[in-house]
């Protein structure tokens, strides 16, 4: 599959060259396409020359991913094919890629198989973050189910009530209580003790 640009300056003798195979895989049962190569030409001479690496889906599928590239940053799907190469000196960057070799229909592509990662660094924090909330909660309930329950016992005991005298007095007043020219005053006080057990 070539790709070529035409009379666009610069990139009029650039060509972009697809390698695409096809296989069959007892494992799943299924044909799957899986892009190959990838060849840079320019002016009908090879530029650069890039193997690709996990570029495949179901052969009545299309392939899509966010970017396909050479860079470490964006994932390296493609890689130069030798040391010695040219393509070390080259920087391909492909972004919304999409590519479908076989059994096109109408000219659309078919269902796209996407090369999102299951474990997205987004997903991989929600996971976390949902262990140890579920950490945190098995230790609340383990705590809860250990928890002895408080069964409180009270004893109290009061002591006998006595009457402490405010102020002293001679013993004229106190053998003459009522009389008016004499205040006295009494306080009932109760002491309790209590003892809790639990």
């Known amino acids: 599959l070539s790709l ?23 494992l799943s ?22 193997n690709a690496t996990r570029i495949y889906a179901p ?44 059994n096109i229909q109408e000219g659309h592509f078919a269902y796209a198989k996407d090369c999102a990662s299951f474990f997205s660094p987004a997903i991989l924090m929600g996971l976390i973050m949902s262990l140890i909330l579920l950490l945190v909660l098995a230790y609340a309930l383990h705590m809860l189910v250990h928890l002895k329950s408080l069964d409180r016992h009270y004893e109290c005991k009061a002591s006998p009530a006595y009457f402490a005298q405010m102020k002293d007095n001679d013993m004229g007043d106190e053998k003459e209580p009522l009389r008016s020219s004499g205040n006295e005053s009494y306080e009932l006080r109760n002491q309790q003790s209590c003892k809790i057990y639990i």
């Open 4 to 26: 070529k640009f035409g009379d666009i300056g610069n990139l009029k003798g650039l060509v972009i060259r697809f390698l695409l195979t096809t296989s069959y895989y007892q």
């Open 29 to 50: 049962v299924q044909n799957r396409f899986s892009l190959h190569r990838l060849q840079l030409l320019y002016n009908h001479s090879v530029q650069a020359t890039f």
């Open 59 to 102: 052969a009545s599928y299309s392939y899509h991913c966010e970017h396909v590239s050479s860079l470490q940053r964006y994932d390296a799907l493609l890689v130069p094919s030798s040391a010695n190469d040219l393509s070390k000196l080259w920087e391909v960057t492909f972004i919304d890629f999409q590519i479908q070799g076989f």
